[in-house]
């Protein structure tokens, strides 16, 4: 029995913005949008824009404790517009055995063995590995944000990424976004 056979695809990289010893962090995202020239062959079908983003460095305030805008286009056309934060980082705590740890004091409010409503000051462990972050968690993968280009014709294109409310590298505050971005198509 013969099946279908299988398209061939194609990987074309765009961009990745990891950096490497001795390499400044990529903080380029807070000066300007970065362009991407690229072209896309007239045998490209079913043509799809991976995306990947995780923002790092700056303390409380900078790329990666704070929920900032990641903007994408082609052409000039947005095809992309998400805000990239993760909010369950705390479900990966036992991945990180050694996430620094903070006690944090609140007041609680609970039932008294008189059977009254009291309110007494408890301590709770915080672990950096519990904050929410811009797109990952520690000990947790990042998978892409995926784009069908239904569109997109043969020929010269321009990828646009912009994160407006990106920070610049300041001090020891190095912030900073980690990106890539790729096409996959048939063939």
Request: net charge positive; aromatic share 8%; glycine share 6%.
């Amino acid at each position: 029995m013969r099946g279908d056979k299988k398209p061939r695809l194609h990987v074309e990289p765009l961009i990745n913005t990891n950096y490497y010893i001795g390499q400044k962090h990529p903080d380029i995202f807070s000066r300007k949008d970065v362009k991407i020239p690229f072209t896309l062959p007239k045998k490209a079908k079913n043509v799809r824009l991976k995306y990947i983003t995780t923002g790092h460095g700056g303390h409380s305030g900078g790329d990666e404790f704070r929920p900032q805008r990641n903007i994408l286009k082609i052409d000039g056309s947005e095809v992309l517009n998400f805000l990239p934060w993760r909010t369950d980082c705390a479900s990966f705590r036992r991945f990180n055995p050694t996430s620094g740890v903070w006690l944090m004091k609140k007041e609680t409010a609970y039932i008294s063995d008189e059977g009254k409503r009291a309110v007494k000051e408890i301590e709770e462990p915080l672990a950096s590995s519990d904050l929410s972050r811009s797109n990952w968690c520690p000990g947790s993968d990042v998978p892409p944000m995926e784009v069908n280009l239904p569109n997109l014709v043969a020929g010269n294109h321009t990828l646009t990424i912009s994160i407006p409310e990106s920070t610049p590298i300041s001090g020891n505050e190095l912030n900073h976004w980690l990106v890539s971005a790729y096409l996959v198509w048939e063939e």
